[in-house]
């Protein structure tokens, strides 16, 4: 049954559109029998510190805001160590998790969802001592999600990160690495790395190289680019990498791995769901399998019918 929930807000997420339509949505959770308890966030880690220390009393945690805030609420989770089911509204620029578990981008649609029963139990990474839903990156455009103002963010949306990327195109930094994980090891010169867990990424679905990714299966879908000799080969290189052919020149490279450690000799700087990481020299990134049950839509032909869309 119902009990208490607790409804944690990033009030300047996105377009800070999800106060228009809090109400509806607190109602709605009403309507499903919850007591709700709602809590907005007032500076960068308060989601995880609201988390963490309010999470035991409720029974549900809802967390809206974008990729960087449902990081801040599963880290909270993670440290109270509890096993509390977490729904999402997403209320960001480009939310890569909920777009790979299918929520609605209507919020009134999510909460429904948020409210309701259908639970999975999904993987978290662990990236040393702190923890992320869906992805950890270093190298080529990885920390425009983090250097993008929010004012542009809200403006332009998903073109901010593509014009703040293409200034990053003439300085593009060489990480010379070692990489290991189960059955596998190299070593060389990079200037991508992804590991993933999601299906879509930076705000684009259907990249062929992660949307084999299953959420709930212990494995990461690995990325990495080495150096190019020339802006034509690495071109050429991300093209391939878009239509999901192997990288002639050998440059691009993909594997699955519960886990994978960089070490090199200059540190690296790592997003995390979007948010700034951490620059280290060495890390090790830990598949999480099915460590935090989350609120999923049903199957479509479970599903209710929808609620009528907000104007």
């Not at 001592?129 to 425009?144: E, I, K, P, R, S």
């Not at 935090?292 to 869309?309: N, R």
Request: aromatic letters at 8%.
């Amino acid at each position: 049954m119902p009990g208490k929930l607790l409804w944690i807000i990033n009030p300047l997420a996105g377009k800070a559109a999800i106060g228009q339509h809090a109400l509806a949505c607190i109602d709605l959770f009403v309507q499903a029998g919850w007591d709700v308890t709602v809590y907005t966030t007032q500076r960068c880690g308060d989601a995880r510190s609201a988390a963490r220390e309010r999470a035991p009393s409720f029974d549900r945690i809802v967390c809206s805001g974008g990729d960087g805030t449902l990081g801040e609420v599963v880290s909270g989770l993670m440290d109270a160590g509890v096993s509390i089911p977490l729904g999402y509204i997403p209320a960001g620029t480009t939310n890569d998790f909920a777009a790979s578990l299918g929520l609605p981008k209507v919020p009134v649609q999510a909460a429904a969802i948020a409210s309701g029963g259908q639970i999975a139990a999904l993987d978290i990474g662990r990236f040393g001592t702190q923890y992320f839903t869906y992805v950890a990156a270093f190298g080529l455009f990885t920390d425009v999600s983090y250097t993008t103002p929010q004012s542009s963010k809200n403006l332009l949306g998903r073109a901010a990160y593509l014009l703040e990327g293409i200034k990053s195109l003439s300085q593009i930094k060489e990480y010379p690495l070692r990489i290991e994980a189960p059955g596998f090891s190299t070593k060389g010169t990079f200037i991508l790395g992804m590991v993933t867990n999601a299906t879509s990424v930076g705000g684009f679905k259907g990249l062929p190289h992660v949307a084999q990714a299953q959420m709930d299966d212990g494995l990461f879908e690995v990325v990495l680019l080495r150096r190019a000799t020339s802006l034509l080969d690495l071109q050429d290189t991300l093209n391939r990498f878009a239509s999901g052919s192997e990288s002639d020149s050998g440059l691009l490279l993909h594997f699955k791995a519960p886990w994978v450690t960089f070490s090199g000799d200059i540190e690296a700087a790592w997003t995390l769901d979007g948010e700034f990481g951490g620059a280290v020299r060495t890390v090790n990134i830990t598949n999480l399998h099915q460590a935090l049950p989350f609120i999923i839509p049903p199957p479509e032909k479970e599903s209710a019918a929808q609620p009528p869309k907000l104007p």
